[in-house]
């Protein structure tokens, strides 16, 4: 494909090697992705065996089609639907986002929020205690 006109396309497009090593986007794919030189970078981790599958078709296979988490350029998780297909070794793969209303957040912030909640709700039954305590001392 012409790297003038892959520049263009109104959706997130790579053009890469069988390693993942990115060789041209289109212009809108920063919009959507952090700065990369290789697609493995903005995989979620636990994607990555079904982006290996993508990535292992013969060349001038069929085009595939997996749903993969990928970070966006927010630092945020999202949801997309990507496809690849492969022509003379290189991968031309386009990835559209798929709309929900949940928002997946790097593992690590989630399992911060998570310790939080509990931490607040034994300070909240902490606190309950003692002013249980105190009220009674009042009477």
Known sequence: MNTSRTKWLPVPYFQLNQEGTILNVSH????YFPPTSNIWTIIYKEDRNK???MFSQS?????ITKQLI????NK?????????QWKDGIGHLVCTEVKSSKVLAPLS????????????EESEKHLTKVAKIVSIKKH
């Not at 809108?28 to 919009?31: A, P």
């Not at 060349?59 to 085009?63: E, G, I, T, V």
């Not at 990928?70 to 350029?73: I, N």
């Not at 912030?109 to 607040?120: D, G």
């Open 76 to 84: 945020l998780f999202g949801n997309f639907k990507c496809t690849i």
């Open 51 to 53: 982006a290996i599958v």
């Open 109 to 120: 912030i989630q399992n911060s929020l998570v310790n939080t909640q509990k931490r607040l």
């Open 59 to 63: 060349p001038n296979s069929h085009p």
């Open 28 to 31: 809108i794919t920063h919009s």
């Open 70 to 73: 990928l970070q966006t350029s």
